[in-house]
């Protein structure tokens, strides 16, 4: 352990404060800059003033600051070319290392390199390997100087602290001191992300692959602002944590408001939950605000690191695969191969249109988009290149990089903020691609996936579950062993062969490739699993393609499946197969009867759909349909019917929520996909939207305003818009702060709005737990207004014992949208407000 580290398990270490605004203070003219042209720059301090700065230290250190940072910021060459110092980056560092170290003694010092002026990201105005090298510079001085760790701070693009580390590194190979830790400090804007779009959790799991000392947030906003952000890292990080603040949000005169005593105590709360190991301040901050804080901090424990690593892929937005999401779908259509009309687009060189079937594919519910430029004709390096320029502008989520080429897949990564997955490497060449794709992974952080494939010349793809499940053990034993790629980045394929062809090899194959995966997944639970589905019906007629692929899929989740490659909009709902059908595929995939492929292949060549048509069902099972099958066609027509013998709120609470209690069942049972719930989701939307006008509004006067919202982390929405409908009708003004909505935002809605009551819902078992966290927030912020909330997951007894414990004001449980009315009339009687 180093001794960093071995202080670190004892106590938690204070930061210094600020030096800008030290400097500031310090009343400094030109001359001390070493003349007009270098009249701002700091950096040049240390040279030309360094016992301004050597003050700055003491003042801190005898404050009580464990650990001062060097006055190191703005060294980034191509920042110091607007005072003509761009080649003084080492000096400046290396003296600034050597001034800490001097007035630290025993304490410890810490490399600062801030973000530079520029981003690769957001203003483009700076590519990778020039970061690279500028932060191999710095860090370089900062080496030489004696430092005893690197932290790259107040940064707002995560590429821009991928490529830093890079640079970082190679500073480290060359001086010998790949020992010295790497700390990363990020600042989180008041929108609740880093500039370049990526929340906290997504950063942590974009860096896995760094091995961070430390990760944390400065700057930016005061403490509070920070609160919900810094519970998730500390949640799952595995290294050290850290937090310096600003002394609050500099007002319009750029003054900070947190005086030391008050800073210290909005961090008590970060301290006494141990969420953090480090705690110093940033802007605004003063050697009183240190001491303050040292006071704090004196004799408190410190945060315990996470025990184990999240496993997970990040875009912007970081994606668990994990047993209530999956299989996570991968949209197949950004691929050359996959796709005749993204090919096309490419081939014409319209590369935004292209980028727009990634983004229509995840409106489509894709949650991972696989991309593959590998048209033979063209120069596939440069087709990924300009390709991924325009896709990562769209989305959001994780991206799948498919590429035999090694240097198409690291152009590729250079464009990826997060944690990308690699598609794909395998034993076929032997260690080739391991060897040639591995450090890919290492330098800029990938999960990967493996085929079950390898170098057999016979029979190198693995058609049986017995070879599947070895070439898996060999490729896992290799890679976590020899190439140090940590067991949850892999992904095994372990392949899907076409069972309608006729070719003999592959009769009987999709029992193996199901057998096989269950073997994988019972071997290697701490590793995914991944199947590009719709190879299974290749060469089978259009129509039973979809029927063979839905059904496939069933099987392939039911045995453990983690990722499936699909169209999703080209999928036959499972449960809406004919009974018939389904046993088709069945014996075409488990090889049952004399010839399933004929039989399969004569039913779908003239097939007309068989439905059972609506309108021989009665008119509340053919309302209940409409919700189950994601349809639209003919609703309204019912719903007008149904009108003229049932009130709006009948038919919601009576046929569309016995439909929609349906799907949740077949949904838990594997039996619909995602994809087919939202459209479930999207014809209840129409069918309220449709009711809506119809109902009562009560004529009153305006009885209360209510702020709702969707607790952060959720996404489902209907029950509370139903709510928000109902209090609408019923003489209360409804602010509707919308989905995923962190205590922060309604800590500012309060403020903002003014409202007599929140409604909170929720509908996943995490999300119950979230409106403790939420109930702990509004209670710190002294927020006491009644708090109601609903949602599938809650019950009366969590809501008295767990929510209601931690909240500061009256907590209601609400069963349901009138439950909820119910309760709030007894609250608030009809007095005017407005
Ligand atoms: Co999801 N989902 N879903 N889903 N989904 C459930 C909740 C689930 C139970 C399904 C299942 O497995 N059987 C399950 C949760 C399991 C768990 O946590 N243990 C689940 C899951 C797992 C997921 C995903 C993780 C799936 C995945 O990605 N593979 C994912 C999560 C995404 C996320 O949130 N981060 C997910 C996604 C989705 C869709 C996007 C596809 C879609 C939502 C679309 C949308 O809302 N815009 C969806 C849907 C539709 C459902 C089901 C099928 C239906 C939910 C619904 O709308 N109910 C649901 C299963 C089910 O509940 N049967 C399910 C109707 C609605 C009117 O009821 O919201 O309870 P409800 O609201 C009621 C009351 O609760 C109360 O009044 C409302 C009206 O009477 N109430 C309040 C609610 N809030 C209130 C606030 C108040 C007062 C009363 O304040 C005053």
């Known amino acids: 352990m180093t001794r960093l580290a071995d202080a670190l398990a004892r106590k938690i270490l204070v930061l210094d404060g600020a030096m800008g605004t030290m400097i500031q203070a310090a009343g400094l003219g030109a001359a001390d800059f070493g003349g007009e042209r270098y009249e701002g720059c700091n950096e040049h301090l240390n040279v030309t003033r360094p016992d301004v700065i050597r003050d700055i230290h003491a003042a801190y250190l005898d404050a009580g600051a464990d650990v001062v940072s060097t006055n190191t910021f703005g060294c980034a060459p191509y920042v110091l070319a607007e005072y003509g110092l761009a080649d003084r980056a080492h000096a400046l560092c290396l003296g600034a290392a050597r001034l800490a170290r001097q007035a630290a003694g025993e304490r410890?010092?810490?490399?600062?390199?801030?973000?530079?002026?520029?981003?690769?990201?957001?203003?483009?105005?700076?590519?990778?390997?020039?970061?690279?090298?500028?932060?191999e510079v710095q860090a370089a001085g900062l080496l030489d100087g004696g430092v005893d760790a690197l932290l790259l701070e107040t940064a707002q693009d995560t590429l821009n602290l991928k490529?830093?580390?890079?640079?970082?590194?190679?500073?480290?190979?060359?001086?010998r001191r790949t020992d010295?830790?790497?700390?990363?400090?990020?600042?989180?804007?008041?929108?609740?992300t880093m500039l370049a779009g990526q929340g906290v959790e997504a950063l942590y799991v974009s860096l896995q692959h760094l091995g961070l000392f430390s990760i944390g947030l400065n700057c930016a906003t005061g403490p509070e602002f920070m609160t919900d952000h810094l519970r998730s890292l500390a949640a799952i990080a595995t290294c050290w944590t850290s937090v310096y603040p600003n002394a609050g949000l500099p007002d319009e005169r750029g003054q900070y408001g947190e005086t030391p005593q008050s800073l210290a105590l909005k961090l008590a709360r970060f301290v006494d939950e141990h969420w953090v190991n480090f705690v110093g301040g940033c802007c605004g901050t003063t050697p009183e605000h240190i001491r303050a804080i040292a006071r704090l901090v004196a004799g408190k424990a410190p945060r315990v690191p996470a025990a184990a690593e999240p496993q997970a892929v990040s875009g912007i937005e970081v994606l668990y695969p994990n047993d209530d999401n999956r299989p996570v779908f991968v949209g197949e259509r950004t691929n050359v191969i996959g796709s005749r009309k993204f090919k096309e687009l490419v081939v014409a060189d319209r590369f935004e249109d292209a980028a727009e079937i990634g983004r229509a594919q995840v409106r489509a519910s894709a949650q991972v988009l696989d991309v593959c430029l590998a048209n033979p004709d063209r120069d596939e390096a440069a087709d990924m290149d300009r390709f991924m320029r325009e896709l990562t502008r769209r989305v959001k989520v994780p991206l799948m990089i498919d590429s035999t080429d090694g240097a198409v897949l690291e152009l590729a990564l250079r464009h990826c903020q997060g944690k990308a997955i690699v598609n794909s490497i395998n034993l076929e060449d032997g260690e080739e691609r391991f060897e040639r794709v591995a450090p890919l992974l290492r330098a800029y952080g990938a999960a990967v996936v493996v085929g079950c494939i390898d170098e057999n010349k016979q029979q190198g793809m693995a058609v049986s579950r017995q070879r599947k499940l070895a070439i898996a053990e060999r490729s896992h034993e290799l890679l976590t062993r020899k190439y140090g790629i940590p067991a949850r980045d892999l992904i095994f394929d372990p392949l899907v062969f076409p069972v309608g062809t006729g070719d003999a090899n592959y009769v009987?194959?999709?029992?193996?490739?199901?057998?096989?995966?269950?073997?994988?997944?019972?071997?290697?639970?701490?590793?995914?699993?991944?199947?590009?589905?719709?190879?299974?019906?290749?060469?089978?007629?259009?129509?039973?393609?979809?029927?063979?692929?839905?059904?496939?899929?069933?099987?392939?989740?039911?045995?453990?499946l983690d990722y499936a490659i699909i169209n999703t909009e080209r999928l036959e709902r499972y449960p809406s197969i004919p009974e018939e059908e389904r046993r088709l595929a069945e014996d075409l995939l488990e090889n049952r009867g004399g010839d399933p492929v004929a039989a399969f292949a004569a039913h779908f060549r003239d097939r007309v759909k068989t439905v059972v048509p609506r309108d021989t069902l009665p008119l509340d099972e053919r309302l209940a349909r409409y919700i189950v099958e994601g349809s639209r066609d003919g609703l309204l027509e019912d719903l007008d019917a149904k009108l003229r013998e049932a009130a709006p709120l009948e038919i919601i609470n009576g046929p569309l929520m016995r439909g929609m209690d349906e799907v949740g069942r077949l949904f838990n049972d594997n039996q619909l996909i995602v994809a087919e719930v939202l459209q479930s989701a999207e014809a209840m939307k129409a069918a309220v939207a449709h009711l809506e006008p119809h109902m009562e509004k009560a004529d009153s006067a305006t009885r209360g305003v209510i702020v709702l919202a969707t607790v952060k982390g959720d996404v489902h929405d209907i029950g509370k818009n139903l709510v928000e409908i109902i209090f609408g009708n019923n003489g209360y003004r409804v602010i509707n702060l919308g989905i995923k909505v962190p205590p922060e935002d309604l800590i500012a809605a309060y403020r903002t709005h003014k409202p007599d009551a929140f409604g909170l819902s929720g509908l996943l078992v995490k999300s119950a737990q979230q409106m403790v966290v939420t109930a702990q927030d509004l209670k710190a912020a002294g927020v006491e207004i009644p708090l109601f909330v609903g949602g599938a997951a809650l019950t009366r007894k969590f809501t008295a014992t767990r929510i209601a414990a931690e909240y500061g004001g009256l907590t209601l449980y609400a069963k349901d949208a009138m439950d909820g009315l119910d309760l709030a009339n007894q609250l608030f009687s009809a007095v005017t407000r407005e």
Do not use: W
């Not at 490529?163 to 001086?175: C, E, M, N, P, T």
């Not at 199901?514 to 995914?528: N, Q, S, T, V």
């Open 108 to 135: 410890f010092v810490v490399g600062a390199m801030g973000p530079s002026t520029r981003s690769i990201t957001v203003t483009r105005n700076v590519t990778l390997d020039e970061v690279a090298a500028a932060y």
């Open 163 to 175: 490529a830093a580390a890079l640079g970082v590194r190679r500073a480290q190979s060359a001086a």
């Open 180 to 192: 010295v830790p790497l700390m990363v400090s990020a600042t989180i804007e008041p929108m609740g």
């Open 508 to 560: 009987g194959s999709a029992v193996e490739t199901i057998e096989g995966l269950r073997a994988i997944k019972a071997r290697f639970p701490e590793c995914k699993t991944i199947l590009g589905i719709s190879n299974v019906s290749f060469g089978l007629p259009p129509a039973g393609r979809e029927v063979l692929n839905g059904v496939f899929l069933y099987h392939c989740t039911k045995a453990g």
